[in-house]
């Protein structure tokens, strides 16, 4: 029998930029078993909630990630809207969309470049990252913020944008699309990177569902699952389909990613057609009382806010699950029969947040 | 309503049953989650099919009573247990890989459920 050998990976790793650990069980270069350790850096916000109004509370829901922060603030948001009854403007909808996936594309933005840095391509690292600086400028732009918009609110969003400016967005993510078209090509057409992901951790179909994977993880494997199908916020009236591969391997999470940085720019295109003119929020008035579990759709796949309330200003229960908390049994089920040289890619491609995680 | 939620109250004794007939009838396992209310706990075992989404719950007295792991129906649950068991002292049985109180590294004992007498030492 081959002798076996165990290697701590993390949680400090340089293709970690958050803390996460795993025992790799080794025969030889050959990973046979992977036992996963979070909770370094649990911050407990969950209950928070029980000493911040429950209008207030969307300023911590938006700082749980860095990354998809507007939409941890606008699933809060949409849970104690739908046990309020509040029916929200339709410009604030359509606002909703666009900035969710200005966050998408800034998100899979930022993963090409990590996933590029973790196979040593750094020129296309910085080639990419200089593209997100451009989605984020525009964020900045109608936010004033780059990570934590502070845009959500209970009843609608705080700010507005006005219908000139948000055609002059969709002009620039037109000129960006050229851009990102010549940056993505290099991913899915070079020989380095494609020996580094075709082939490499695959997840079948059945294991993705079965695992409760999420995202651009599930839809990699060809499990057609997006809840942005639900039609919250606008996206009811705008036309897609959620972006599937069958492959299952890093390549095909890889090219779901990709594919959907151009459905995102479609998708904003379109809610910028839309739009209508009006009010951007809705006067709340009482307080919450009942429950509801809200689903999103992140970048890296669905969320899931619980509110629980009671009539009273502080919510009874929130719990928060993350795409990243549901895709790590995937991951595990990938890593057994990969090569050690392979892992930080396979961490990679399920694109973690462990910010996200340790909520 | 973006989407009906249904919520089927159940015995811990049936919790077994139940969450296999979801997992033969096709249901994704979406979370588990618990809420201390003024007496007892609540779980929620949320599963989706096709976007339909439905919630299995069941009512705990007490974090002592005995809750069979549902892991060895979908294996994923051994992360929501162990969470369960860190967060809320959840007594939970036979998870598929159980962290004995090591999966969060929380400074004070079952922080959203705390213990009466003390902190961890």
Redesign the interface.
């Known amino acids: 029998m081959t002798k076996r050998t165990i290697i701590p990976f993390g949680p400090q790793h340089p293709v970690l930029p958050e803390p996460i650990h795993l025992d790799l069980v080794l025969e030889d270069e050959k990973v046979v078993e992977a036992i996963p350790s979070v909770g370094f850096i649990h911050r407990g916000l969950e209950k928070l909630v029980e000493k911040k109004d429950f209008q207030d509370y969307v300023y911590v829901a938006e700082r749980i990630c860095g990354i998809c922060s507007f939409i941890h603030g606008m699933t809060y948001c949409i849970a104690v809207e739908e046990i309020m009854k509040l029916e929200v403007p339709q410009r604030a909808q359509y606002l909703r969309v666009i900035w969710s996936e200005l966050s998408r594309i800034h998100s899979h933005l930022l993963w090409l470049g990590l996933m590029a840095d973790s196979f040593g391509f750094e020129s296309l690292f910085m080639h990419t990252w200089k593209l997100r600086e451009g989605i984020l400028d525009i964020i900045e732009e109608t936010t004033g913020g780059r990570v934590i918009f502070g845009s959500s609110k209970v009843g609608g969003v705080r700010k507005d944008v006005s219908d000139e400016k948000l055609k002059l967005i969709v002009e620039k993510l037109k000129k960006y699309e050229k851009e990102i078209k010549e940056i993505t090509d290099v991913f899915v057409h070079d020989a380095s990177v494609k020996h580094r992901l075709v082939g490499v951790g695959i997840l079948s179909k059945n294991d993705a569902y079965e695992l409760g994977a999420v995202g651009p993880t599930a839809r990699g494997s060809g499990v057609s699952q997006d809840m942005r199908k639900l039609g919250y916020a606008a996206y009811k009236n705008i036309n897609f389909e959620p972006i599937i591969e069958t492959s299952g391997d890093c390549y095909a999470r890889c090219m779901v990613r990709i594919r959907e940085l151009f459905q995102s720019i479609d998708m904003i295109s379109q809610a910028v057609d839309k739009i209508e003119t009006g009010p951007i929020e809705v006067k709340v008035t009482g307080t919450p009382n009942g429950e509801f579990f809200a689903r999103t759709e992140q970048p890296r796949g669905e969320v899931i806010y619980y509110a629980l309330a009671d009539g009273g200003k502080f919510l009874k229960r929130l719990r928060v699950r993350t795409p990243t908390f549901s895709n790590i049994p995937a991951l595990l089920k990938i890593l057994p029969g990969s090569e050690l040289a392979d892992v930080p890619v396979l961490i990679l491609t399920i694109d973690p947040c462990i910010s996200c995680t340790e909520r | 309503?973006?989407?009906e939620?249904k919520i089927i109250n159940i015995e811990v004794g049936q919790l077994q049953d139940k969450v296999k007939g979801c997992f033969e009838q096709g249901y994704?396992?979406?979370?588990i989650?618990c809420?201390?209310l003024s007496q007892g706990l609540e779980l929620?075992y949320?599963f989706d099919k096709n976007?339909e989404?439905i919630?299995l719950r069941v009512f705990l007295s007490s974090a002592d009573t005995e809750v069979l792991s549902v892991s060895n129906i979908?294996?994923?649950a051994?992360?929501y247990e162990n969470e369960l068991h860190?967060l809320f002292g959840i007594n939970i049985k036979n998870i598929a890989?159980d962290?004995k109180g090591?999966?969060?590294?929380?400074s004070v004992k079952w922080?959203?459920n705390p213990p009466t007498e003390a902190k961890n030492d």
């Open positions: 309503m973006i989407e939620q994704r396992l979406v979370q989650s809420t201390k929620n949320s976007f989404f919630n979908y294996w994923n051994f992360l860190d890989i962290y090591n999966f969060y590294r929380t922080p959203f």
